[in-house]
């Protein structure tokens, strides 16, 4: 889903800046004469005339290399519309359900996987959704959005600081999860190069498959998202040699129960203001 999308990107972009070796050019100076030159002011010139020389090469081989990648991502991405799977019709028709779906209660266990350089690591991610209160904890570091109050708090479990952002900009997105009811058709598109429906443990699931070719780099995002729950159950994210570097799936899904305890602001740590953003 697009605002699901950000978080998902950035980490790849993260791991991927920390991978990728960062090469340097530097222009040679050129040869310099040992014979002294006649006049200064000759010298001046002649320096002159080789910087401005050098500056306009520059600029044209940065224009040109500008000009050729908007071009190359540009193709890349005319090329993923040809090539899409998607089934319109169903998928609109999919999409209005959803969006049409009351809201639920809901407690979802997840654990996520990352891969990349050779290392590994793994995590529980809890998430909640609970009377107008968001909650996401990963690995103890825990976020909690109170709707009514607008606030967004943060803290790391079995610590007494945290932070309280206020006055969040309206199109800045701080739920932990991605819902049909929050964005439109168009931008569900956008990306979009395989869409169909699924089975995963036995459960419809709409399988929604993304392209982004951004920085340089292209990355694939895969969800599996429940018809029945409204929620995703299961996303890859898999970088441009096939390499899926993040999963995660959900292990445990509730809905429709007490889940206050989650979604509770601690009186036991106290929360610095800061402005939204």
């Known amino acids: 889903m697009k605002k699901f999308l950000p978080i998902l990107l950035a980490l790849v972009l993260v791991l991927s800046g920390c991978s990728k070796e960062t090469t340097t050019t530097t222009t040679p100076l050129a040869e310099q004469t040992t014979a ?17 020389t050098t500056e306009e090469s520059t600029e ?31 998928l609109k028709s999919v999409f ?7 809201e639920i209660n809901y407690y979802a266990k997840s654990i996520m996987n990352m ?10 991610i809890i998430q909640c959704h609970y009377n107008g209160f968001d909650m996401t904890n990963t690995d103890g ?10 606030a967004y708090y943060s803290y790391i479990e079995g610590t007494n600081e945290g932070t309280k952002m206020i006055d969040i900009e309206e199109d800045v997105s701080v739920s932990s999860t991605p819902t049909f009811s929050e964005e439109s058709y168009e931008d569900l598109l956008d990306g979009l190069v395989a869409a169909r429906i699924e089975k995963l443990n036995g459960e419809d699931v709409l399988y929604l498959e993304y392209l982004d070719t951004e920085e340089g780099m292209e990355v694939t995002m895969k969800m599996w ?3 029945k729950n409204n929620f995703p159950m299961k ?23 007490d ?19």
């Open 225 to 227: 998202y429940s018809i």
């Open 96 to 102: 209005e359900d959803l969006q049409n779906q009351d």
């Open 60 to 90: 044209e081989e940065s224009e040109e290399s500008t000009e050729e990648k908007s071009t190359e991502e540009e193709s890349t991405k005319e090329e993923s519309k040809e090539n899409a799977q998607i089934d319109e019709e169903l």
């Open 259 to 277: 889940f206050s305890e989650f979604v509770k602001i601690p009186k036991d740590v106290t929360f610095t203001e800061i402005e939204g953003f």
């Open 36 to 52: 002294k030159a006649t006049t200064e002011v000759a010298t001046e010139e002649s320096k002159e005339t080789t910087e401005k």
């Open 115 to 124: 891969s990349y350089g050779g290392e590994s690591m793994e995590m529980e």
């Open 141 to 150: 570091s825990i976020s909690i959005y109170d709707e009514k109050e607008d």
């Open 235 to 257: 996303i890859s994210v898999v970088d441009e040699t096939g390499n899926a570097f993040m999963e995660s799936e959900v292990t445990e899904f509730r809905t429709d129960e």
